[in-house]
């Protein structure tokens, strides 16, 4: 058989057929909801979510259905709320699972090499849920009004206590647990027991702490939030830690804070110095065991894209999260030549917002080592 010839019947030029493996939300009668012109259907900026993971997808669902009276029947000049509300962190607290142990192909969006979660996708995930959390407790249930715009500000801290498996089932809870007149600190804990299904009380494996604000979403500047009234012990205690960590970034803005090296550190700085003054002069005079900061420098650069916008049409602070983080431990493994173990994110801050499309650079460097 001629393997250059083709058969009588076929076709060599036919097209493979493509479609998209999502479902358009045009399509689900959920989504269209009659107007006083006929038929309004969901608009596009209530749609982001597909191009993220499940988890954020859903959570953006959930929240999509708050804000979507505004969005499809804007009222014009809608008044902002009037009256703040006491609400308790019982309202506000969400909890999502992931099951894992039955979810062959959940799992398999999850996994990393290693066979443990992807930390830089449970990134994302986490700040879907902490969006989720305080909108849940700055809305007031009245369509008359128009809704805020919650924006991340700062993780103030994120723990890794135990690796994650990727194979067996994973929660995420999260509530409110501090406000300030238009800032909202939302903890973050996810668990996972033992392969033998333990519930003890060391199944936290991670801890985070989300800071979110509240802006007009006519005017952009800050807005009050609904109050909090903590009711248990353990409640009114975060709520004192978070108290005392707000006041604390305060002293740090208004530089009331400053840091006093001491002599040892002093010594030590001045150490460093010496030796990377002699690695640009003198190099063959330079400590074969050290290397300079900018040697261990790693970028990326990206162009953002519009599916990676949240419902806001910014650029996912979740996504940027992923990124940094990917690139963190890729800068990681390259100076260190075997696999780093994460144990902590110390503190992120989100300066401004980024939109579409403009080019971002990710930038990453040791700074430490011992």
């Not at 305080?134 to 924006?151: E, F, I, M, Q, Y």
């Not at 509240?214 to 205690?237: F, H, Q, W």
């Amino acid at each position: 058989m001629d393997l250059n010839s083709s058969p009588p019947n076929s076709n060599s030029n036919t097209a493979i057929p493509v479609v998209s493996t999502f479902s358009s939300p045009f399509e689900n009668p959920a989504s269209v909801q009659d107007g006083p012109n006929g038929s309004t259907r969901k608009p596009i900026s209530l749609w982001p979510g597909m191009y993220q993971s499940p988890v954020t997808n859903a959570l953006w669902e959930a929240r999509s259905k708050i804000f979507e009276r505004f969005f499809l029947d804007p009222p014009k000049d809608a008044p902002p709320q009037s009256e703040l509300l006491n609400k308790t962190p019982a309202q506000s607290r969400t909890t999502i699972l992931y099951n894992f142990s039955s979810d062959y192909i959940l799992r398999e969006q999850y996994r990393d090499p290693w066979n443990e979660v992807r930390i830089g996708k449970l990134l994302e995930d986490l700040d879907a849920l902490a969006g989720t959390i305080s909108v849940k407790h700055c809305s007031d249930d009245d369509c008359t009004t128009r809704p805020l715009l919650l924006v991340t500000a700062s993780v103030d801290k994120i723990v890794l206590k135990k690796p994650i498996s990727v194979d067996i089932d994973l929660n995420i809870v999260g509530a409110v647990i501090w406000v300030g007149r238009s800032s909202i600190e939302i903890q973050l804990e996810v668990t996972q027991s033992s392969k033998e299904g333990s519930d003890n009380s060391d199944s936290v494996a991670l801890s985070a702490n989300f800071i979110f604000v509240a802006r007009d979403s006519k005017t952009g500047k800050a807005a009050p939030v609904n109050r909090i009234s903590p009711e248990t012990e353990r409640e009114k205690l975060l709520f004192e830690e978070a108290e005392a960590r707000n006041n604390l970034r305060k002293r740090k803005r208004g530089g009331g804070d400053k840091r006093e090296f001491e002599n040892g550190e002093v010594n030590r700085l001045e150490t460093l110095l010496a030796e990377g003054r002699i690695f640009c002069d003198m190099p063959a005079l330079a400590d074969r065991d050290s290397i300079l900061l900018r040697d261990t420098r790693l970028e990326n650069s990206l162009i953002c894209q519009p599916q990676q916008r949240n419902i806001h049409g910014r650029i996912f602070g979740g996504f940027l999260m992923h990124r940094a983080f990917e690139l963190a431990f890729s800068t990681a493994y390259a100076f260190a030549g075997l696999v780093p173990y994460f144990l902590e994110v110390d503190h992120v801050d989100f300066l401004r917002p980024v939109s579409t499309p403009l080019t971002s650079s990710l930038i990453a460097s040791i700074t430490h080592s011992h």
